[in-house]
């Protein structure tokens, strides 16, 4: 079946604008996770969402992050007020109940000039 | 600390030639432990995982890795690696009291020399 998705592949903003970056997990899937991949901080965990459950936010870096999922399925990771720092690859996976293997999607890569 | 460890940086290696990249653990109870592959401009990929049983653990594309408890390690092996190989490795862990955020290493480039 079809893996993770995420949109937009790239993302190219200006410092101070908002962003919203998409996740499409596998269908079943219960547990979605949001992590950034940046070069000074290597791979860092964001946010996990399981089914209803309230998520775990202890991995956003600022109150400029946020991310919501609906329906159990597809989850925004919004940034607002983007700094340079915020540049990073946003990689999103998703993992089955039973299941502790995480399953990557191909990342959105964001750039703030 | 609870930390992973991938002491190499950079690794290069001739095509065909065998390979093994070094993975360290620091927890108190034996974590799940990942190997996901990143070529450029790609997400990340499984390439095995370890959770309880055999210490020698296959996975795809030829990689085989091995956990030894003793050393808290859990190093990634393949007897000839082909120029396809040429990407970044991570290892990662899931600690038994975290139940799901995987904990990376910093990651090992692979270059392959022709």
């Known amino acids: 079946g079809a893996g993770v998705s995420q949109s937009p592949s790239n993302k190219v903003t200006e410092k101070g604008k908002d962003v919203e970056l998409r996740c499409d997990p596998i269908s079943g899937h219960t547990a979605l996770y949001w992590y950034r991949q940046s070069l000074g901080q290597g791979l860092e965990f964001l946010i996990y969402?399981?089914?209803?459950?309230?998520?775990?936010k202890s991995g956003l870096p600022s109150d400029r992050f946020s991310a919501e999922r609906t329906g159990g399925s597809v989850s925004t990771l919004t940034i607002q007020r983007t700094q340079q720092e915020d540049s990073a690859v946003y990689l999103c996976?998703?993992?089955?109940?039973?299941?502790?293997?995480?399953?990557f999607g191909p990342g959105t890569r964001l750039l703030v000039l | 600390a609870q930390s992973v460890t991938q002491p190499d940086i950079h690794i290069t290696v001739s095509e065909g030639a065998s390979l093994e990249l070094r993975c360290n653990y620091s927890?108190?109870?034996?974590?799940?432990l990942f190997w996901y592959v990143q070529s450029p401009g790609q997400g990340l990929q499984l390439l095995l995982k370890y959770f309880s049983g055999d210490t020698l653990v296959q996975g795809i594309k030829g990689f085989e890795a091995e956990f030894k408890r003793s050393q808290s390690s859990f190093n990634l092996r393949k007897p000839s690696v082909h120029w396809s190989d040429a990407a970044e490795y991570f290892c990662a862990v899931v600690p038994m009291d975290s139940s799901y955020k995987l904990i990376f290493g910093s990651g090992t480039r692979l270059l392959v020399r022709p």
């Open positions: 996976a998703s993992s089955s109940l039973l299941s502790e293997t995480q399953y």
């Open positions: 969402f399981q089914g209803n459950s309230a998520p775990d």
């Open positions: 927890y108190g109870a034996t974590p799940y």
